[in-house]
């Protein structure tokens, strides 16, 4: 890149940190200091924010960067993210949104325990919730490494190291000063910024073609390389029974793993009611739903402008598909306006990389101070020190991600929250149904649930070809692969499932039927809802 845009997009980065920065002073001086104010933004905010703040969180650079890379890759099978992000919030509409609102306070442990043992679970519901953040904020580092390594040209890995720790440092300061709120008018600011962004985008790529998507689709299948292969099911996961496996696999985690992330969750405890919870997914489903369509014409836009080979010459996994198809389409390299565009779409989406590290880790130091810590203490007077807690815990989370984040930083970042989605769905939703709507579900059953979906998910992860066994591993230079899927979900979904079914009809402790009755009236009324 010419110096031209690295200046103009270090000055856009410059400027939406400022504006963020200022959001978070600005909170910080109004806050009460209670936790309801720190974890929830003091329940104030309508479904028209909440909408566009979920849609801010759930479009990270995952979205932006990594799918629109696939698709530019992989043609129909890297399109197959978008549908299964998409499908997913139909499973939080109808089975977790109102429910969850109603029944819970600030964390999905809040769900479980309100008919369990209290300590067992939440510290069970709060490992998980720490695993699953940290690994989605693997996702948002690597991003961030990506776009700042293609700013600057490729000149080594100390840049992006130092973007990494940048990026971490920033979301800490967010969290431990805003809070909910602030972070919460963050995610919306960057929606609106990248919904803008994606729109003139689209625009400008079916303007290229004169509109005609036929033509789009067959000049990218042409520069692929693939032929009609690049626009058929197949090319990445239709080589043999092992990549049909893992696509499934990969549909499983991403249309279940939504319902059971963290981040997402804890936007429903930011609305005044229920309705409002609903109504806050019915506005994220349009705005989500409007995106990705979007994302699906970005993706073949760049393998028809850029081409697959110079994508893949820039970064292998395809993370900067984007940020090159805005260069072209504004002109070129040299070009004030491949400058200018380039820049816009890359200071968007690192407002996108830091709005959404900044809720990760707000929903994983909730889980580390509302569940973890305080189930290790006495009861009392505990509000004021769980958020100080949850504010030493944001450094350490940001430490942790940031280490993985150097270390993952060759992977492509959509199959990374792929990963952080199968955790998701093996661990969270099984013990979360469970809780909601099976009556005779008890205290060892929700810790085994949790249990049996994390820990085979994380040991098949690491016995899987992402860690070691090829060129494309974290360790290539290693052969420990004994699992042949690159996702868990097909494995540990069920086990998750299955664990819970077998801690419960084992268990001695009966079920507490007074306490599932009141849970159930809660969840459908909002009888007695916080």
């Not at 072209?328 to 306006?337: E, K, P, Q, R």
């Not at 994983?364 to 020190?385: I, N, P």
């Amino acid at each position: 890149m010419t110096s031209n845009h690295q200046t103009l997009a270090l000055m856009l980065f410059s400027v939406f940190i400022a504006v963020t920065l200022g959001i978070t002073t600005w909170v910080s001086r109004h806050r009460h200091g209670s936790a309801e104010e720190f974890y929830a933004g003091g329940r104030l905010f309508s479904p028209m924010e909440n909408g566009f703040a979920i849609a801010g969180d759930y479009m990270s650079a995952a979205s932006f960067l990594g799918v629109a890379g696939l698709i530019a890759l992989f043609g129909y099978d890297g399109m197959l993210y978008v549908v299964g992000f998409l499908v997913a919030w139909l499973v939080v509409l109808f089975l977790v949104a109102e429910l969850v609102r109603n029944c819970g306070r600030f964390t999905l442990a809040d769900v479980i325990a309100a008919r369990m043992s209290e300590r067992p679970v939440r510290i069970a519901a709060g490992t998980s919730a720490v695993t699953v953040s940290v690994l989605y904020l693997v996702a948002q580092m690597v991003g961030a490494g990506s776009l700042v390594a293609l700013l600057l040209g490729r000149t080594g890995q100390g840049a992006q190291a130092w973007t990494v720790v940048g990026v971490g440092a920033l979301m800490v300061v967010y969290v431990s000063f805003g809070g909910m709120r602030a972070t919460t008018w963050i995610q919306i600011v960057k929606a609106v910024l990248l919904l803008g962004g994606t729109v003139v985008l689209t625009v400008l790529v079916l303007v290229r073609f004169h509109g005609d998507l036929d033509r789009l689709l067959l000049t990218a299948a042409e520069r692929s390389g693939h032929g009609d292969a690049f626009l058929a099911p197949g090319l990445k996961y239709g080589g043999d029974w092992t990549a049909r496996l893992d696509f499934i696999s990969l549909g499983l985690a991403l249309v279940l793993g939504t319902g059971g992330l963290p981040h997402i969750l804890s936007r429903f405890y930011t609305v005044p009611t229920a309705r409002a919870a609903r109504r806050s997914v019915i506005w994220s489903i349009g705005l989500i739903g409007g995106f990705y369509l979007m994302t699906i014409v970005l993706g073949f836009g760049a393998a028809a402008i850029v081409g697959p080979t110079a994508v893949r010459d820039s970064n292998a996994a395809g993370n900067t598909a984007v940020p090159l198809l805005a260069l072209d389409l504004g002109g070129g390299a040299d070009s004030t306006g491949g400058t200018v565009l380039f820049a816009v779409v890359a200071a968007v989406a690192f407002a996108t990389i830091l709005a959404v590290v900044a809720g990760i880790t707000l929903a994983s130091s909730a889980s580390v101070a509302h569940d973890l810590y305080a189930s290790l203490r006495r009861r009392g007077a505990r509000q004021r020190s769980e958020v100080a807690v949850a504010r030493v815990a944001a450094v350490g989370i940001g430490v942790v991600a940031i280490a993985l984040g150097l270390l993952a930083r060759d992977l492509n970042v959509a199959f990374l929250v792929g990963l952080a989605f199968a955790v998701a769905a093996s661990a969270n939703l099984p013990v979360l149904l469970y809780s909601l709507f099976w009556r005779g579900f008890t205290t060892r059953g929700a810790v085994w649930a949790v249990y049996g979906g994390l820990v085979p998910a994380l040991v098949l992860v690491v016995v899987s070809p992402v860690v070691s066994g090829s060129p494309d591993s974290l360790f290539p230079g290693v052969d420990f692969q004994y699992f042949p899927l690159e996702n868990p979900g097909i494995v540990s979904v069920p086990l998750g499932f299955l664990a819970g079914w077998l801690g419960t009809v084992t268990s001695a402790e009966p079920p507490d039927e007074a306490k599932h009755a009141e849970t159930e009236v809660r969840s459908l009324t909002g009888a007695g809802a916080v």
